[in-house]
């Protein structure tokens, strides 16, 4: 399994989901630290679970502080 920084992953997700596609795992770190990996989807991957999965990450999600904007984030997180 190769592992890639969190900053690394942003910048090259696209990359990194197709070799996961092809079979490759891939460990995400942050700060050093194994946080994810990515693995190809298997052919029994039940649709209903995986949106049941973001439905709860969704719920769990804090409302943007008054007068952030999701663009600000995004531009905070290029820096």
Known sequence: ?????????KQK???????ASEGERIGI???GKLAAVL???GKDVDLK???ADIERIRRRSKP???GTTIKDLIEEGRR
Do not use: D, I, Q, Y
């Open 13 to 19: 997700l696209s990359e990194l989901v197709e070799r």
């Open 29 to 31: 770190t942050r700060r």
């Open 64 to 66: 943007l502080p008054k």
């Open 39 to 41: 693995v190809p989807a």
């Open 49 to 51: 679970e995986v949106f």
């Open 1 to 9: 399994m190769r592992n890639v920084g969190l900053f690394e992953a």
